[in-house]
């Protein structure tokens, strides 16, 4: 029996092979209100013509890992296929009073921010299953936050691959340098998630680094 | 405000120093760590934190590091050890410590007290 699990695996890698086609599940990381489902989005809508999830300008919006399998991303002459994992703001800390300050009612802020920690604690669990990550951050913010500094910090230990995705480049304040001055050991992209910039340049870089 | 040595820290396992953390944090102090924790003891930190976040009492932590330092040697790689050095720490209830600002070379940070 094992003899024939064995060749079916040698012909899986085979066909892998012969056809150049390659497969990683990432996961899409970042502080809340990063960009991190709209790039989701992105991705799945430009190559399989599907929406993943919901956006909203209140932190915390994706309080649950939405994942999409099979995504084929053709780039550069190269073909990948992904299994994305758009996983909820990491945080070190959830208060119910901000939610409040956004319009919600004191319940449903609550509400919000218990699933929050929930999805907190979701988004670690999954660190452990990926291949690599796409991490998000906020080009109009400061790139130093504690968040972004742990993520990095695991990928390295783990020794997987991360890039770095400095969204927000629409916007005036956006200073991608401070991005690179902040991680300079890792390859970032510029784009607009929300508008398609430089999104074809995201795309060569996920094939060349998780291909 | 509390200070731990690394001395104290090296002889601590990770659940033991994410415990005192936490015990420490919740209880108001603000903890300066002479050596940081390891970026995997980082995240399980904040795993904990949030299963101990209670609504109207306990809202999280504010941490500040630097990024580990990684000196891999030779030598190391041979004797299986990781090299990754860490920074130190600064560790605070969320609603008394709060970051104004962060760079390379400097981390500020304001301290409410008696909140």
């Known amino acids: 029996m094992s003899v024939i699990r064995s060749l079916k695996m040698n012909f899986a890698v085979w066909i892998k092979w012969i056809f150049g086609k390659k497969r990683a599940r990432i996961g899409i990381y970042g502080p809340p209100n990063a960009g991190k489902t709209t790039l989701a989005n992105r991705i799945v809508k430009d190559w399989s013509g599907i929406e993943t999830g919901g956006i909203s300008h209140i932190p915390h919006e994706t309080r649950r890992a939405m994942r999409t399998d099979g995504v084929i991303i053709n780039a550069n002459g190269s073909s990948i296929e992904l299994d994305i994992v758009d996983t909820p703001g990491m945080a070190t800390k959830i208060d119910f009073r901000e939610f409040m300050a956004y319009g919600l009612e004191e319940e449903e802020a609550k509400r919000r921010a218990k699933e929050a920690t929930e999805g907190v604690i979701e988004a670690i669990k999954w660190l452990e299953n990926l291949d690599g990550i796409l991490l998000v951050m906020d080009s109009t913010e400061d790139p130093y936050t504690q968040v972004n500094v742990t993520v990095v910090g695991n990928m390295e230990a783990r020794k997987l691959p991360l890039l770095i995705v400095a969204n927000k480049m629409d916007l005036p304040k956006a200073a991608p340098s401070r991005i690179k001055a902040a991680f300079p050991q890792h390859p970032i992209v510029t784009i607009s998630a929300l508008e398609g910039s430089n999104i074809d340049d995201l795309y060569v870089a996920i094939a060349r680094h998780f291909g | ?115």
């Open chain 2, 1 to 115: 405000m509390d200070l731990i040595s690394a001395e104290r820290l090296e002889s601590m396992s990770s659940m033991e120093k994410i415990r005192l953390i936490l015990s420490k944090v919740k209880r108001g102090n603000i903890v300066v760590l002479e050596m940081g924790l390891t970026p995997e003891e980082e995240v399980k930190l904040i795993e904990m934190t949030m299963t101990e976040i209670r609504l109207d009492e306990f809202s999280g932590i504010e941490i500040e590091s630097y990024p580990v330092k990684n000196e891999s040697t030779f030598l190391n790689k041979i004797l299986g050890k990781s090299g990754i050095k860490t920074r130190m720490t600064v560790i605070g209830p969320a609603n008394q410590l709060r970051t104004i600002e962060k760079d390379k070379y400097q981390i500020s940070t304001k301290v409410s007290v008696g909140d």
